[in-house]
Nanobody, 117 residues
Framework: QVQLVESGGGLVQPGGSLRLSCVASEDSFNPYYWAWYRQVPGKEREQVARVTTVGYFEYLDSVQGRFTISRNVGKTFLQMEGLQFEDTAVYYC?????????????WGQGTQVTVSA
């Protein structure tokens, strides 16, 4: 079972930047897509960004133009610029592999991002 490990979260002032990383336990792990989600207490987890193997990118409207997802074999990154109070959340890395008709989800443990003055 592939494990995903996130890093890069922390405390940042409004307008600041952070870069989240997610590394798979297998160097050759190359899922159909990588995604980043976030969740705040009392709310559902929401997808922030996604990138597929064919280079299709998708962003949550509120982060469009500020966040950039990228991928490499075995890892994904989320570059976050212009952070706002509303971006405070636990961020989770997600990967989905597809084999035939079976899709498998992988999740990281989450990393806290706090935007505060």
């Amino acid at each position: 079972q592939v494990q995903l490990v996130e890093s890069g979260g922390g405390l940042v002032q409004p307008g600041g930047s952070l870069r989240l990383s997610c590394v798979a336990s297998e160097d050759s792990f190359n899922p159909y897509y990588w995604a980043w989600y976030r969740q705040v207490p009392g709310k559902e987890r929401e997808q922030v960004a996604r990138v597929t193997t064919v280079g299709y990118f998708e962003y949550l409207d509120s982060v469009q133009g500020r966040f950039t997802i990228s991928r490499n074999v075995g890892k994904t990154f989320l570059q976050m610029e212009g952070l706002q109070f509303e971006d405070t959340a636990v961020y989770y890395c997600n990967a989905v592999t597809v084999s035939g008709t079976t899709a498998t989800d992988y999740w990281g443990q989450g990393t806290q991002v706090t935007v505060s003055a």
